[in-house]
């Protein structure tokens, strides 16, 4: 089992940036794929961001295209989304997840999450 702990989350303004983290409690992370997802209230569990296990590939949603980057560090075990100018819509839950299917856009594919961290964007 891999543990998933995020954090980075916070209160922005509107056009501000945030970069969230996410460790991992196993030296085998750099043997997973992994994804963001974010989760606002009231809405269903929506794919942002994610990157092979090299780190090689990323793919992003069209809602983050442009202002979203995901990365990885396998030495140290984190995942990371940095997050630029960011809108009031981009406010959420923010989940890192575990995948055996690189790319995957859905929840169900991805095995192990997070807690999640909140992003709060202000107008």
């Known amino acids: 089992q891999v543990q998933l702990v995020e954090s980075g989350g916070g209160l922005v303004q509107a056009g501000g940036s945030l970069r969230l983290s996410c460790a991992a409690s196993r030296r085998t992370f750099s043997n997973y794929a992994m994804g963001w997802f974010r989760q606002a209230p009231g809405k269903e569990r929506e794919f942002v961001a994610a990157?092979?296990?090299?780190?090689?590939?990323?793919y992003v949603a069209d809602s983050v295209k442009g202002r979203f980057t995901i990365s990885r560090d396998n030495a140290k075990n984190t995942l990371y989304l940095q997050m630029n100018s960011l809108k009031p819509e981009d406010t959420a839950v923010y989940h890192c997840?575990?995948?055996?299917?690189?790319?995957?856009?859905?929840?169900?594919?991805?095995?192990?999450w997070g807690q999640g961290t909140q992003v709060t964007v202000s107008s």
């Open positions: 997840a575990v995948t055996l299917v690189p790319l995957s856009t859905w929840p169900y594919q991805y095995k192990y």
């Open positions: 990157i092979t296990w090299s780190g090689s590939s990323t």
